[in-house]
């Protein structure tokens, strides 16, 4: 990983996981000059984006340039790397992780999760998921307001790159860093991936609003309500009660509470609307995070005895048939309370 002078070399890269985001830094550090490898999973749809070379699912009119190698084959995409990132929904990581660990691949690399989700049961971080798995690994997380179109098409956006390691932080920081995507490094790793993962169910929250027809009034008290139950939860699982003011806090909340491209937001509308969570997903060709950190978040928030009500109403509404309107009105009229 080091050169002769003693500065960290200029790494090769694989991106596991062809989704909108994984897609996405791969074009990124493509265009910067670095050698990359995009891992589809399924070989159909690998073949699909070698000969059309753009990714209609999951980041339709973006051109994948030709020098970004785009395989099925998980050891070829990764051997000779020294940089893995892996971009793949949050239920499926650590069936993956399994198949890389039999792999036995020979390396020293720096490991990146840019993945937003807890894990149902374990309801583990997904860097805690990376690390039970792969073990003792050098190891950082990606995450802030990043809507993959934007970034992709060059719209000015910022992330936050966190590890424990500060030669890590840095130097990811470097490698992702470009004049349209500005990277800010922080230690928290639990504040940055609590964030990243729980602002998406508080998304759905600020969608069903918009379904049910409400107004801005409304969608203002669920995002500031939602970040405090959202640092509530996070100061008690050890993270910094700042970092959620932060870009992977409220900047990432705020960007998927209001996007029309966020796939949160656009669950929360429909059900808002009256179609039921399976027609939703039927219909959905991308992961939307927040249907599972729901049911995630929400027994997290009774583990550790963490009151969040907006959290609980969601969890109610997606897996307990509630209705909107009741959950709305459950909220509204709870004992009065100091801010």
């Known amino acids: 990983m080091k050169s002769g002078k003693g500065k960290m070399k200029r790494p090769n890269v694989a991106v596991l996981g062809d989704g909108g985001w994984g897609t996405t830094l791969a074009i990124l550090l493509s265009r910067k000059g670095y050698n990359v490898s995009l891992w589809s999973a399924f070989s159909d749809y690998g073949a699909f984006l070698r000969k059309n070379r753009v990714n209609t ?9 030709a020098d970004i190698e785009i395989t099925s084959d998980l050891k070829a995409a990764c051997l000779n790397k020294q940089l ?32 937003k989700g807890i894990e149902l049961n374990s309801l583990k971080r997904m ?10 690994i050098k190891l950082a997380v990606l ?37 349209k995507f500005r990277i800010y490094t922080n230690e928290d790793v639990v504040g940055v991936e609590l964030g990243g993962s729980l602002k998406n169910v508080i998304a759905i929250a600020c969608g069903v609003s918009d379904g ?9 008290a669920i995002l500031s309500r939602g970040l405090a139950e959202i640092s509530r ?22 960007t998927t509470c209001i996007s029309t491209r966020s796939r949160n937001r656009f669950v929360g509308e429909q059900v808002g609307k009256g179609k039921s ?32 009500p907006i959290t609980k109403e969601i969890y109610s509404v997606l897996y307990k048939n509630k209705s909107p309107f009741k959950a709305v009105k459950d909220l509204m009229t709870r004992s009065k309370k100091e801010e």
């Open 57 to 65: 699912k999951f980041l339709p009119g973006i051109k994948i340039p």
């Open 84 to 115: 893995i990132v892996f971009a793949i929904p949050s239920k499926y990581i650590r069936g993956v992780l399994k198949k890389f660990k039999s792999l036995q691949i020979d390396n020293d690399a720096i490991y990146l999760s840019v993945i």
């Open 127 to 136: 860097s805690e998921v990376i690390l039970e798995e792969l073990g003792r």
């Open 143 to 179: 995450s802030g307001p990043t809507i993959a179109y934007e970034v992709a098409i060059g719209k000015p956006s910022c992330a936050v790159i966190s590890s424990k390691d500060k030669k890590i932080r840095r130097y990811l920081q470097n490698i992702f860093m470009t004049e």
């Open 212 to 220: 049910l027809g409400f107004g801005t009034n409304t969608k203002a």
């Open 233 to 254: 939860l996070g100061v008690n699982m050890g993270a910094k009660k700042e970092t959620f003011s932060g870009v992977s806090g409220l900047g990432d909340l705020v």
């Open 277 to 308: 969570l399976g027609s939703i997903r039927s219909h959905m060709q991308m992961v939307a995070e927040g249907i599972t950190t729901a049911k995630s978040a929400y027994q997290l928030s009774r583990r550790n005895k963490v009151s969040m």
